[in-house]
């Protein structure tokens, strides 16, 4: 059994709290059920099925911290689990950055548990593989392709009385379509609280447009050029941006967000002021759990404002070193927009270069936040507002710094959520000017 | 490592509740040192096997895996974390109407064993419908019941967590001593106790060990805002603790003067170093784009070859397996039949999974094929790939080369890069008498950033320290600098590759590929070698 209802896990929590000696205990239970399946080459690949659920008990003894974790909940279990994180925390040293466990929360639920995506079988797996398959066969493409969906919940408790339960769901859905002589690639991904908004006979028509339309690619000099970024083309940068936001680096002088002198940018204006950003556990698209890894309630929090710096975000440790309130951190990142969807960007662009898909970012200089990375799966030369021929794929040098600065217009925001990125993210498309690609790869 | 789990792991502030979450659950470190005995895995291995076949399996492999992490993870003069954490559990494949089923249970009790079995046979039979062509595996022959461990000297498990807080906190002071602003610093150790049977007739029963040792020191300005980090110079390795004796013989001081290490490591003396090179780093001369020709050091080397080699040249990217996220390979069967010219004459490069030392060397992999090592690339010539039980009869070839492996008892095995090196000159060369001949040129040492297309042709890679060679001899070092290539014309520019004198390892703990995502350690092998005509771009910028 992976999924406990709040009673059962309250119950649980409460077992392994009365158990402590120590001078203070937390602990979480988190189980899911998760399912998955794969398929390449026209042909399903794997395909499986997930549960796991695990008790971490956290105590304290002085500042000496002791963690244990198990995955069997009887009396004698939890009692062994407790007793484990106490030898462990006699054991350990002091931590001169020990912040006491946190005090009773209120936290105010989030939509985060859709019914229809708690029910989705290995037989509607199945057909979302077939969904995307059928189509490449008759029309010689070929696809590739992961759907992947989970039903999840978290609780958490400590002896200073705090508690939470949630349920969670998630569905994530890619698939990449290839053109069966490898001259044309299209994608396509979804990420949905909801499955009931999720139909794969259209989104494949996505990738399959893309594959068919981006053979046959013309090489552009590399250049500074105006983008239109789809929203996971861009998400992959703002996101990585996120990792600079950290109070300490910030303060401690390494971060794009640190001071000359010393102390941080809080308050400066860094971007162009039609970029707003804030976090939001209760969003209608976007919701995540009202607590964050330490059990802090989460709040509605403006990050960036009309292009100036909010908020940086604090540990627990660091927010009492400086003075400051420490707040739940973000689990989800909103960026403001407007109704525009991409295709209404190209309408209005007279030159310019559409990236639908951005690959293998990596940091290049943390001090700027200089970023790397390539085009993938469709980029297209826009001329008097239309999508005029396929182009080759990109690598850019670019800061997310410098190119929120760029801006010459946002889209309607959309659900993305990325693999390397903790956040769900509302993300619009995005026009820039002068991006910044430095070669051409042949990469199809 | 994947960008995500990376950060979690050194992240400032961290919650500790978090970081067992990424890899299993969390155990006192007595634990860390016992083992499940291996009649009791044999009982639970025929088990799995007897309830596949008689469900109608027409083969089934299981592993038993026990996968022991233990982090120590330090700042300054701070330990932030001590965790230890343990993974049980049992995998189970089976192909059944000629269609692969997998299912997983961290439940060892006989009868949850004999119905993840059957949970296998079903999935297979389910997705038999969808399947176009049916399973064609090479054959292995059964070895009975072997062992099979890395050959370390000190299990890193047995090290008392003190003497590891001591380690770190001593290197950490050291650097700070010598001028570093901040260091982080942390021991990633790793013991995979895997059993594998399979109704081939193995029982093989392996203890593998990995460490890593890597640190980051950085060196502030205030007063213009500039900062600068240097990363260390270690390599994970397949060794125990004895990596961390920094033995003398060990030390290589390279042209420009800094050091590098071969078959252990002093990471003391390497933080010093780093604190005075992270501060050298804030005034060093930006670097001025253009062609210049490189001198890439084996640290540096490492992350190149297993970019632009190792990747490409994993055949079922070449299929088109992977096609939905790691991506495709320029390096396609057409090419390989043609001779593809990968590389000059000096580029002879070799897959090893048997490599002492190495990230990954194992006896038998996880498909229970004995290891081997093969060429890839000959004198400059595509003339392989790196392929699994499934994939062999594609290049025509009767047996598997050993590259299958999981990270997890609850993940799919399936294709991983083995330990992919390029192959030391054959003539008496070494980097200071490389450096003699070069006019105007960039010597590279340390892995930086690193970013590279989905099919393997466009990369762009940066390094930890840059030296400008003028004229035959280092004048000065160099910042801002990062070289972008496209494979093949990169490895046809390789003039020269010093001798196995020189010959280091490197490697990545945490590649990752797949979906659901899965790490695999691997090492890279290789001498100093020298590249023509590269183009070299300067990354400053001004943020205003």
Redesign the interface.
Same mark, same amino acid.
């Given at each position: 059994m992976s999924i406990y209802t709040e009673e059962q896990a309250k119950a649980i929590l409460e077992k392994a709290i009365k158990a402590s000696k120590a001078d203070q205990c937390t602990a979480t239970l988190n189980g899911q059920v998760g399912g998955n399946i794969r398929y390449a080459l026209n042909s399903v690949s794997t395909s499986g099925r997930i549960s796991d659920c695990d008790l971490a008990v956290e105590v304290a003894f002085g500042k000496r911290i002791g963690t244990a974790t198990i995955n069997s909940f009887d009396d004698a279990s939890i009692e062994a689990v407790v007793r484990r994180a106490e030898e462990l925390a006699r054991l350990a040293p002091e931590n001169p950055e020990f912040v006491p466990a946190i005090e009773k929360q209120a936290y105010k639920p989030s939509t985060t548990f859709v019914e229809k995506t708690a029910a989705i079988t290995p037989e509607y797996r199945a057909g979302v593989a077939a969904a995307c398959i059928e189509p490449c066969r008759k029309d010689k493409l070929v696809a590739a392709g992961f759907f992947t969906d989970n039903r999840a919940f978290s609780a958490i408790a400590n002896s200073k009385g705090n508690f939470g339960y949630q349920q969670t769901t998630a569905m994530d859905f890619t698939c990449t379509v290839r053109t069966d002589d490898g001259r044309g690639s299209g994608w396509v991904a979804r990420n949905l609280a909801d499955v009931s908004g999720f139909d794969a006979r259209s989104e494949i028509q996505t990738a399959i447009r893309k594959a068919k339309g981006s053979a046959d690619a013309k090489a552009l000099e590399p250049g500074k050029y105006t983008v239109i970024m789809e929203p996971h083309a861009s998400a992959g940068l703002i996101s990585f941006m996120m990792f600079g936001f950290d109070a300490r680096q910030a303060d401690e002088g390494r971060s794009f967000l640190s001071k000359k002198g010393g102390g941080n940018r809080v308050g400066e204006k860094l971007f162009d002021e039609r970029v707003t950003m804030y976090a939001d556990p209760w969003d209608a698209e976007a919701a995540v759990l009202p607590w964050d890894n330490d059990g802090l309630a989460r709040e509605r929090t403006p990050i960036v404002t009309k292009g100036r710096i909010d908020y940086l975000q604090y540990s627990r440790y660091w927010a009492q070193k400086q003075g400051k309130k420490a707040i739940g951190q973000p689990g989800n990142l909103i960026m403001v927009g407007g109704d525009k969807s991409t295709m209404d960007l190209v309408k209005g662009t007279r030159k310019g270069i559409l990236v639908t898909r951005t690959w293998y970012i990596r940091m290049v200089d943390p001090q700027t936040v200089l970023l790397t990375g390539l085009t993938r799966d469709g980029t297209f030369y826009i001329e008097d507002g239309e999508i005029k021929y396929p182009i080759k794929n990109f690598r850019f040098n670019e800061s997310p710094a410098i190119m929120l600065n760029n801006i010459e217009e946002i889209g309607k925001p959309v659900r993305v959520a990325d693999d390397e990125s903790p956040f769900v993210m509302m993300i619009p498309p995005l026009k820039i000017r002068d991006f910044t690609f430095t070669s051409l790869s042949d990469a199809v | 490592m994947?960008?995500?789990d990376f950060?979690k792991v050194t992240?400032?502030?961290?919650?500790?509740?978090?970081l067992?979450?990424m890899h299993g659950?969390?155990?006192?470190?007595e634990a860390l040192v016992s083992k499940i005995d291996v009649a009791t895995k044999k009982k639970f291995a025929d088990i799995a096997l007897n309830a596949a076949k008689s469900s109608g399996a027409s083969y089934c492999d299981v592993r038993i895996g026990r996968y022991l992490r233990q982090f120590v993870i330090t700042r300054e003069?701070?330990?932030?974390n001590?965790?230890n954490t343990e993974s049980t559990g049992i995998g189970i494949r089976v192909i059944a109407n000629g269609t692969?089923g997998?299912?997983?249970t961290?439940d060892l009790r006989p009868d949850a064993i004999a119905s993840a079995a059957k949970e296998a046979v079903a999935?297979a039979k389910?997705?038999s419908k969808?399947?176009?062509?049916p399973v064609e595996l090479a054959p292995v022959k059964g070895v009975g019941e072997v062992s099979w461990s890395t050959p370390i000297v000190k299990n890193s498990m047995e090290v008392p967590?003190k003497d590891k807080?001591d380690l770190l906190l001593g290197v950490n002071a050291a650097a700070m001593q010598a001028g570093a602003?901040?260091i982080n610093s942390i021991l990633f150790l790793v013991n995979e106790q895997k059993y594998f049977a399979s109704t081939d007739g193995s029982y093989i029963d392996q203890d593998v060990h990995r460490i890593w040792a890597p640190m980051q020191v950085?060196a502030?300005d205030?007063?213009?805002?500039?900062?600068?980090?240097r990363a260390g110079l270690s390599a994970p390795r397949g060794m125990g603790f004895e990596y961390l004796d920094g033995r003398k013989e060990d030390k290589v001081e390279l042209p420009g003067g800094a050091i590098v290490y071969r078959d252990s490591y002093d990471m003391k003396e390497d933080a010093i170093a780093a604190a005075k090179q992270a501060k050298e780093k804030l005034t060093a001369t930006s670097v001025k784009p253009g062609k210049y020709d490189l001198m890439l050091d084996p640290s540096h080397l490492w992350l190149t070859i297993h970019e632009s080699v190792g990747h490409p040249l994993e055949l079922d990217r070449v299929?088109?397996?992977?096609?939905?996220?790691a991506?495709?390979s320029?390096a396609?069967l057409d090419k390989w039949r043609e001779k593809f010219r990968y590389g000059s004459d000096k580029v002879t490069i070799v897959a090893d999974k048997t490599q002492p030392g190495s990230l990954g060397a194992v006896g038998y992999d996880d498909e229970g094929v004995k290891t081997q090592k093969w060429d890839l690339i000959r004198d400059g010539v595509l003339v392989n790939y790196q392929v699994i039980r499934d994939q062999a009869h594609i290049l025509g070839l009767k047996e598997s080369q050993g590259c299958c492996y999981a990270d997890s008892w609850?993940s799919?095995q399936f294709q991983r890069m083995a330990n992919v090196s390029l192959q030391p000159g054959k003539d008496k060369l070494s980097p200071a008498d490389m450096i003699k001949d070069i006019e105007n040129g960039i010597y590279i040492v340390g892995d930086g950033?690193?970013? #590279?297309?989905?099919? &393997?042709?466009?990369a762009?890679f940066?390094g930890q320290l840059f030296y400008e060679i003028k004229n035959g001899k280092v004048t000065q070092p160099l910042e801002?600098v990062?070289y972008?290539m496209?494979t093949p014309e990169f490895w046809n520019s390789c003039v020269q590759v010093c001798d196995a004198d020189d010959y280091r390892l490197g490697g990545s703990f945490f590649d990752g590929k797949g979906?659901?995502?899965q790490v695999s350690a691997v090492s890279h092998g290789s001498s100093t070698a020298r590249f023509n005509g590269a183009?070299v #771009?300067n990354?400053? &910028?001004?943020?205003g």
């Open positions: - | 994947d960008r995500r950060l992240g400032v502030g961290l919650g500790s509740l978090l067992p979450a659950r969390v155990i006192a470190a003069d701070k330990v932030q001590v965790v692969w997998f299912a997983a961290s999935i389910a997705n969808i399947q176009a062509k967590i807080v602003s901040f950085t502030v205030k007063q213009t805002g500039k900062f600068r980090i299929l088109g397996y992977e096609a939905n996220y991506g495709t320029f396609t609850s799919v950033s690193f970013s #590279i297309d989905q099919q &393997r042709y466009n762009q940066g801002d990062a972008q496209r979906q659901p995502g183009n #771009i990354t400053a &910028r001004s943020l």
